[in-house]
């Protein structure tokens, strides 16, 4: 049994905030049944999706990292990052390399890319959206969505299918987790909130039945049960209840400062 994609897709998750890791470990596993399907000669879907889920993710990150015409050093340590994140082994650092390196070049035809990534996916939307928070963490990290970066970036997300908005969400979800994990002390509480919010995947403004339904409909898409159905591996299914967990905790501190029960 492989386990290489499924400790990047469950570091991936870790890493991922309020996506959850339950959402990096179905990438990894899929990730890890297209090199089983490779290896026996059966080029299926899911090897075709894990191939390209991998090989786009850090080419578009050196497309981006070159939109303003150099690749600093600080971009370079970004992705350097994500890939220690992942960890990555020797011959996959390779690859991540090598992907990176082919989308800074300026023939990289990057709409084609993302379209067809779009088109392999199909209805995975979480998959996409992974994808999406990939390039936003390391391009936060990189030069902090300076210069052309920010535009490009919506534009991406625009070609998978995903709202300005929703990039926003993503940042500043990103900004809040980044900024809590600096610092020794715990979270302001209007941070938490905020964080909180992200996680229910609606803005602060919410009426309190909105609230709910989103609770509701969080916990019953993130369902371990259901994400096994879907592929999760059982083996996985610790990190489905912890994605539950992160849900309900969210959930009790909104209710705590509204005073709902």
């Known amino acids: 049994m492989r386990w290489t994609g499924k400790i990047i897709g469950a570091l991936l998750g ?74 990555l082994d020797a011959r ?15 023939d990289y035809p990057v709409e084609a890319e993302l379209a067809r990534l779009r088109m392999l996916c199909g209805p995975r939307h979480e998959l996409l959206r992974v994808f999406l928070e990939i390039q936003v963490r390391a391009a936060l990290e990189g030069n902090n969505l300076q210069g052309p970066v920010r535009g490009l ?57 909105e609230v709910k339904k989103a609770y509701r409909r969080q916990m019953s898409e993130n369902h371990p049960d259901k994400l096994v159905a879907r592929g999760l591996p059982e083996s996985m299914q610790d990190l489905a209840k912890e994605k539950t967990q992160r849900i309900r905790e969210a959930y009790e501190v909104i209710c705590g400062h509204r005073g709902l029960r």
Do not use: C, N
């Open 92 to 106: 996959h650092v390779e690859l991540a390399i090598e992907a990176f390196r082919r989308g800074k070049q300026g």
């Open 153 to 209: 970036l919506l534009g991406i997300a625009e070609r998978l299918g995903f709202a300005a908005v929703e990039v926003m969400q993503l940042e500043v979800a990103i900004r809040i987790q980044r900024d809590a994990g600096g610092s020794a002390a715990p979270p302001a509480p209007g941070a938490r909130l905020a964080s909180a919010y992200e996680v229910l995947g609606i803005p602060g403004t919410a009426s309190d039945d």
């Open 14 to 87: 870790a890493a991922a905030g309020p996506v959850g890791a339950a959402l990096g470990a179905l990438i990894g596993h899929g990730y890890d049944l297209g090199e089983e399907q490779r290896r026996t000669g059966a080029a299926g879907e899911a090897a075709t999706i894990g191939a390209a889920l991998f090989q786009t993710a850090f080419a578009v990150m050196g497309y981006l990292a070159k939109a303003d015409g150099r690749v600093t050093e600080a971009e370079i340590g970004a992705a350097r990052s994500i890939m220690r994140q992942l960890h």
